[in-house]
């Protein structure tokens, strides 16, 4: 009898795997790889998110931690929530904008953050109405304005003549002053309780892998070596780049004593949109 069964594995977690186990390939020249879940099964202690077991050679067996890490606190909702007040803006603008140009919008997260029910309502009416008013002076390509709301600045951008965007406004994110801070702040916050668990399994003979899910593109080799928490002992370190929960590129930052602070070439790896995990469910069978 086949059930169902939900699992916890997430699917950017389950891709970041897979991107892994290419790359492992290209590394290694070991093609297959199994795949093991412990912290599913092991519920009363917390444990790692994979090992992975190669067909042809014990002594490469690897434990492997996965984990998220953002520009500075709360960056996926405020770019998840941005790009749905600015399409809310954009609606609000339609058929009035210069047909000839397309508009970039940016607002910091501070404010986005708060942007719920009736107060989201009427920044979106305030801001349609200044982009309508103030776009026709700004024909000339990277011209901007800038207006406060709350006293916090928003700015309006022509972007130039783009055949599929003209008459739109749409948005870039933008970053808080201080996100080199929070990031640094950010990552080991991301990192502090996956080295333990990897110690653990160092001990038992297994190499080990710390994949980090760059969800802004920001983060650098630099910025990982002077994490307060040490990484010395994590044999492969790879930050992925991410979008829509797809992995996108992958840099081998650190192997195994190495670290790259110019990553080469053949350790930079670029992944096909498709397969990839849309969903997170397997099949027991009694």
């Keep these: 009898m086949e059930i169902p069964v939900k699992i916890m594995k997430k699917p950017n977690e389950l891709n970041a795997r897979d991107a892994f186990i290419t790359i492992l390939r290209s590394l290694t020249g070991i093609e297959d790889w199994e795949s093991e879940s412990p912290d599913e099964v092991n519920r009363s202690t917390r444990d790692v998110d994979f090992l992975l077991f190669p067909s042809s050679n014990e002594n490469d067996k690897i434990a492997v931690e996965h984990t998220r890490v953002e520009s500075f606190e709360g960056q996926i909702k405020y770019v998840k929530r941005s790009y749905d007040i600015v399409d809310s803006i954009n609606a609000g603008c339609r058929e009035r904008l210069p047909h000839t140009r397309y508009y970039i919008l940016t607002a910091p997260p501070i404010i986005v953050g708060f942007l719920v029910g009736k107060s989201r309502e009427r920044f979106v009416r305030a801001i349609s109405s200044w982009v309508v008013e103030t776009a026709p002076k700004l024909l000339l390509v990277d011209s901007s304005e800038q207006t406060e709301y709350e ?9 130039g003549d783009g ?3 003209n008459g739109n406004v749409g948005r870039i994110p933008q970053q808080p002053e201080n996100q080199k801070s929070l990031q640094h702040d950010r990552l080991g916050r991301a990192v502090r309780d996956k080295i333990p668990k990897l110690t653990k399994y160092k001990e038992r003979g297994f190499k080990t892998a710390l994949l980090l899910e ?31 929960e797809r992995m996108i590129v992958g840099h081998v930052l ?15 790896f670029q992944f096909p949109i498709e397969p990839q995990h849309k969903s997170a469910t397997r099949v027991f069978v009694e």
Excluded: Q
């Excluded at 006293?151 to 972007?159: D, F, R, V």
């Design 214 to 244: 760059d969800v802004a593109g920001t983060l650098y080799g630099s910025t990982l070596r002077d994490c307060e928490i040490s990484l010395e002992e994590v044999d492969y370190i790879v930050v992925f780049v991410s979008n829509e």
């Design 151 to 159: 006293g916090h600045k928003i700015t309006l951008t022509c972007g």
């Design 163 to 165: 055949a599929h965007m």
């Design 254 to 268: 650190k192997e195994k004593s190495v670290w790259y602070s110019f990553v080469p070439g053949n350790r930079r």
